[in-house]
């Protein structure tokens, strides 16, 4: 996870349309891990996440709508295949209310 903080961080200006292009077919794996990984029993973990996903978010290829989107989608119903159990579990709440409010702390949002 600290690569890709260190990658958001400072390849900002070097992601051109092209790259940005191939780069979207894997953001949705990517942020899907790390929101996961906000309700790991670990404390160390579920920091790394929270700064990985505030770093993408304050990346322009990325984005803070795309990382809203991940954070507050809905849990898959319980007899899904994918559906897991820490999607419910009082840490990965948490977890995803403390990346919230961060983001409210640092974004300016409008009303859309």
Do not use: W
Not at 9 to 38: A, F, H, W
Not at 82 to 103: C, E, R
């Amino acid at each position: 996870m600290q690569f890709l903080i260190n990658l958001c961080r400072n390849l900002r200006p070097m992601i051109n349309g092209g790259l940005k292009g191939e780069l979207q077919s894997y953001t949705e794996p990517i942020l899907s891990c790390l929101v996961d990984k906000l309700g790991d029993n670990l404390m160390k973990v579920r920091a790394s996440a929270e700064d990985a996903i505030m770093a993408m978010a304050e990346h322009p290829a990325f984005g803070v709508s795309l990382c809203l989107h991940n954070l507050i989608k809905p849990a898959p119903p319980a007899g899904a295949k994918d559906a897991k159990k820490n999607i419910a579990s009082n840490k990965h709440i948490i977890g995803k209310y403390s990346v919230l409010l961060k983001m409210l702390g640092s974004f300016d949002f409008n009303q859309e």
